[in-house]
């Protein structure tokens, strides 16, 4: 794309991988000539490239690309959305996450995973924000309530509030369950969220 200075090297790469035979076909567009499909495809930065149908934004190397050729376990969909949360491509990693059954499964095992980085846990409560409102997470309700019961305070804090976005009658009493026990561990919290959920619905 003109004025894009990623672009070039993107394209040296890709060329090379296929003149190597690491990718079947390459089809290159310059968006800056076709506007609207950068609007249909909701492409805002460059460059910007889909591999297998999954969209990759800003300058990766080859042997990171092959990674993602190769991408078949949850333990690689785990490091690949560290790597783009780590980055800074949260909507790389969304993107991911959205599209592939199996990216969400390895997104729930970094949650419930102690070693995951503050960073990688911010990334991942704003892609859950995002997929929780559109009700792509409505199927990982037993999930989340499992992490709720994690030894580990943080992880099951963050549970609570993943449970909250989710906003059905069996997360709202899971809820209200620890709110109403004074002996759990995270019972000032639960009631907090719900004390925040009331709110919300009053100013709407």
Known sequence: MDGCHLCPQMEKIFGNMQNKGSIDALDIINLAHQPELARQMNIRSVPYYFIDGVGFGGLK????????????????WQQLIVEELSSGQLEAAETLIRQHAAAREAMLELLGNEQTTLVVRIGLS???????ADGLLDDQEPVFRKLASSANPAIAQDALYYLSLLDSPTSLKTLQDIAQDRQ??????????????LDDQVVH
């Open 126 to 132: 704003a892609v859950i924000e995002s997929l929780a």
């Open 61 to 76: 190397s080859e042997q990171e690309i092959e990674q993602i050729l190769n991408q078949d376990t949850q333990k690689n």
């Open 184 to 197: 759990h561990p995270l019972y000032s919290q639960a009631g907090e969220i719900l004390q925040e959920m």
